[in-house]
Structure formats: structure tokens, C-alpha cells
């Protein structure tokens, strides 16, 4: 029961949230490497990490107030795309975004399809999809370290 009203006022916190993890996709691909490597090659290791955490803090919250919790989407999404773009933080983020409004419009036509006279909450799929996912990833990340 959202409307544009929502979305706009909701619309400048997220395009600020974006953009201050958007400035940190280099020193995070850096990052990647270890924090002395970052910090060798000039990354501000704090300044990279309150960007990312007000970054985060801003767009989530912003989103979350407007649409309510919807789970598991933040964890599915990168973990699926990262075999097409790679490990690189600074691809994954952009494509984690695009394939993240792909994946709840997915669901949301699927709620819409399978159950028209239901008031099938969008939240109950995506964490239908997503707990056997997580399922699946713990399992994996514990054979991998095992």
C-alpha cells in the first residue's frame, strides 16, 4: 500500500546511500586484496569503511522504511551474480542493485500470479526462496573450510 509520495520521499536518502557506496567500489576492490595492500596502495581504510557503513545505513534504512523488510535479497543476489561479474566489489555492486530490483520484481509477479485472491506478502516469498538458499550457502562455505 505504497505510493510515488512514499517513493519520493524516500527517493533522495536512497540516491545518497548509493552514491556514497558507489565512491567506495575502488578502495573496496582494493580491499579485497587485505587491508595492508589497501592501505599501501593509499586506501583510507576508515574513510572507506564509513562510507560504506553510512553508505549502507542511509540506503537500507530509506528503502526499509518505505517497503518494509524484505529478506534474504541482500544475500541471494550477490552470491548468485558474482560468477557473471566477477569478485571485484566495484562490478558487483552495480549489478547487485540492478539483479536485486530484477529478483523482487520476479517475485512480486510471481505473488501476483500464483495467488491473485491472497494477500500474499512479498517478504514470505523472497524468504521461501532465500532460506533454503542460505541453507545451501552455509553448507558450502563449511565444506569449502573443512
Excluded at 32 to 54: C, E, H
Excluded at 119 to 127: H, Y
Aim: net charge positive.
Amino acid at each position: 500500500d505504497r505510493s510515488m509520495v512514499h517513493v519520493g520521499l524516500a527517493l533522495p536518502f536512497i540516491l545518497v546511500g548509493g552514491g556514497l557506496l558507489f565512491l567506495t567500489g575502488r578502495a573496496l576492490d582494493a580491499l579485497s586484496l587485505g587491508a595492508d595492500v589497501a592501505q599501501s596502495l593509499g586506501v583510507s581504510i576508515n574513510r572507506t569503511r564509513l562510507l560504506a557503513i553510512f553508505g549502507t545505513a542511509i540506503g537500507v534504512g530509506a528503502a526499509t522504511a518505505v517497503s518494509g523488510a524484505i529478506g534474504f535479497v541482500g544475500l541471494i543476489v550477490p552470491h548468485l551474480l558474482r560468477p557473471l561479474v566477477g569478485q571485484r566489489p566495484s562490478r558487483l555492486l552495480p549489478a547487485s542493485a540492478l539483479g536485486g530490483a530484477v529478483f523482487l520484481l520476479a517475485a512480486d509477479i510471481l505473488v501476483r500470479v500464483i495467488m491473485p485472491e491472497r494477500d500474499l506478502k512479498l517478504g514470505v516469498v523472497t524468504a521461501i526462496l532465500g532460506a533454503p538458499f542460505f541453507l545451501w550457502l552455509l553448507l558450502s562455505l563449511r565444506r569449502r573450510s573443512a
